[in-house]
């Protein structure tokens, strides 16, 4: 979870929602990534969406079974699509997404046969994002 912090910040450098994620297979880290949705104008740049697409690149795999993705914040509907088709082995979670954008809000279900975990580092995830949005807002009435 540590790297995917790291990746959080980074985007949070960049003017990105900050999330960041990391997968491992056979613990080791095989891909990193964080939000890119402003940098690449593609609303689909979520970083577990990237994040997927490089370990299954590493591994010459569609299916990334054996393998755990960390990621900062609750994956939405869309990513923990991509999540159930990747049949990712497991999923661990740093903050919850108690908005209506979280995957387990929506009642979205992961692969059956992937194991999920949520609240690793939460306090320190969850500060993240909420720094980025205290910052956006004082930004944007100064700048009204």
């Keep these: 979870m540590k790297i995917a912090l790291e990746e959080a910040h980074i985007a949070f450098h960049k003017n990105e929602i900050p999330i960041g994620a990391a997968i491992t297979h056979k ?6 990534a ?3 949705t ?8 979520h970083a577990e969406m990237l ?7 590493h591994l010459k ?16 509907v869309m990513c923990a699509g991509a999540l159930f088709w990747a049949k990712i082995g497991r999923v661990v979670c740093g903050a919850s997404n108690p908005s209506k954008r979280g995957f387990l809000y929506s009642g979205t279900k992961l692969h059956p046969k992937t194991e999920f ?5 939460k306090n320190q995830c969850k500060a993240l994002i909420q ?3 205290f910052y956006k807002r004082i930004h944007n009435k100064k700048f009204r």
């Design 27 to 32: 613990n080791m880290v095989i891909a990193k």
């Design 34 to 36: 964080h939000n890119l």
């Design 38 to 45: 402003e940098t690449l104008c593609d609303i689909t740049a």
């Design 51 to 57: 994040v997927i697409h490089l370990a299954s690149k």
């Design 61 to 76: 795999k569609k299916y990334i079974k054996k393998c755990t993705l960390y990621v900062t914040l609750e994956p939405c």
């Design 117 to 121: 975990a949520s609240g690793i580092m």
């Design 131 to 133: 720094e980025f949005f």
